[in-house]
């Protein structure tokens, strides 16, 4: 059992950092649409601009849940 | 059949500025590609997805057995899926056909992957042909195809396409009589009523002398 806890919790550590990632793709990306926007003058629509505020939202709570996993892992870990 | 021009604009004209370069100019056509493209690609973004997920939650559950390691599968995979729509929907936004009385203009933009914007000055080409094409029944049901609009530039050896558009044929139609109308007042082989002046120069210098005259 704490050998795959050890395992559950270096594996939640690497989903931690893919996530962590993500968050900074999707703030990247957003930025990227809004510099491509101004530069063609192609207007977003409200929805769009939405979608891309909601990716940033959801990828940073979903990192804080996977940050939270890891808190509960570390805690079964034995020391 | 009857067209509008409302057919042929799906952009909106706040969007449709964009292309105008020239106080003069007009937008005739600007369309996006059909909405179900992006709607299909995000079914198999998200089919594809649901089969990943499944498989890999089972894998960490039969093998690991750690259900907060399930969690944090379930939501990184959430998060990627998220993306993935993103993408497909930003990609299909930023991509842009539209034709103006003085240009036609391709637009693609990936943010990250590139950018790809292709236009053509009506001035410098004769048009010679505007073809609709509806590949499938598929399409015929959607009432989605392509339009090529085709150029007799010798420099220019390629169809300018419009791919996977709504309402083909009325775009087609609409395209075909604007473009008519747009090179009538510049272009001589439109010019009529005027007696054939080349054959008869033919003819005058023929042997230095004129030929049945």
């Not at chain 2, 001589?188 to 210098?205: A, C, L, T």
Request: glycine share 4%; charged share 20%.
């Amino acid at each position: 059992m704490p050998n795959t806890n050890i395992l559950s919790f270096y594996i939640s550590l690497f989903f931690l950092v893919l996530s962590f990632m993500l968050v900074i793709y999707s703030t990247l990306y957003r930025k990227e649409t809004i510099e491509i926007r101004n530069q063609l003058g192609i207007a977003l629509s409200r929805e769009v601009e939405a979608l891309l505020t909601i990716n940033i939202f959801l990828a940073l709570l979903f990192t804080l849940i996977i940050a939270a996993v890891i808190i509960f892992l570390s805690s079964l870990v034995p020391r | 059949m009857e067209y509008q021009r409302s057919d042929c604009i799906d952009v909106t004209e706040e969007e449709t500025k964009t292309c105008i370069t020239l106080p003069e100019e007009k937008i005739l056509v600007c369309k996006r590609e059909h909405k179900l493209i992006p709607l299909i690609a995000c079914a198999i973004i998200l089919f594809m997805a649901s089969i990943f997920t499944v498989s890999g939650g089972l894998l960490i559950f039969l093998f690991l057995e750690s259900i907060p390691l399930l969690f944090s599968f379930l939501l990184l995979m959430g998060i990627l899926t998220l993306l993935a729509v993103t993408k497909i929907i930003i990609d299909w936004y930023f991509h842009i056909y539209a034709i103006t009385t003085r240009k036609i203009i391709e637009i693609r933009s990936v943010p990250f992957f590139g950018e790809y914007i292709d236009d053509l000055f009506l001035d410098q080409v004769r048009t010679t042909e505007v073809d609709a094409k509806i590949p499938s029944f598929f399409h015929e049901l959607l009432n989605m195809g392509n339009v090529t609009v085709g150029f007799d530039r010798p420099s220019h050896d390629k169809v300018f396409a419009l791919f996977n558009i709504s309402k083909p044929r009325q775009t087609a139609m609409y395209l075909s009589d604007a473009l008519e109308e747009l090179m009538k007042p510049s272009q001589v082989w439109f010019q009529e009523g005027k007696p054939n002046e080349h054959v008869r120069i033919s003819e005058d210098i023929f042997n230095g002398r004129v030929a049945n005259a």
